[in-house]
């Protein structure tokens, strides 16, 4: 059974960057995609950015140009750089892996944008 665990979530003033970790108990050579999700208040879990074994990526278009998914293997840990934040960021930000059989989902960790 693998774990991931995610950090990095913090408050952060408009403009602000963010980093957030996921790391995995296991290799992540066996997933097919991995990515981020987030849930704002009252609003439905939205896919924000995905990366698959080959290293293509897709973005939301509200973060297109802002955020930047990556993965190490060797460290077993995708990230999330996230660049010039907004208030309409501010989420609880889910990490996935996916492999051939089933999806494996982080704790989730706040993101809030404010000043």
């Known amino acids: 059974q693998v774990q991931l665990v995610e950090s990095g979530g913090d408050l952060v003033q408009p403009g602000g960057s963010l980093r957030l970790s996921c790391a995995a108990s296991?290799?992540?050579?066996?997933?097919?995609?991995m990515g981020w999700y987030r849930q704002a208040p009252g609003k439905q879990r939205e896919l924000v950015t995905s990366?698959?074994?080959?290293?293509?990526?897709a973005y939301v278009d509200s973060v297109k140009g802002r955020f930047t998914i990556s993965r190490d293997i060797d460290k077993n840990t995708q990230y999330l750089q996230m660049n010039s934040l907004k208030p309409e960021d501010t989420a609880v930000y889910y990490c996935?892996?996916?492999?051939?059989?089933?999806?494996?989902w982080g704790q989730g960790t706040q993101v809030t944008v404010s000043s």
């Open positions: 296991g290799s992540i050579r066996s997933f097919v995609a």
């Open positions: 990366i698959t074994s080959g290293g293509g990526t």
């Open positions: 996935y892996a996916r492999d051939t059989l089933r999806i494996y």
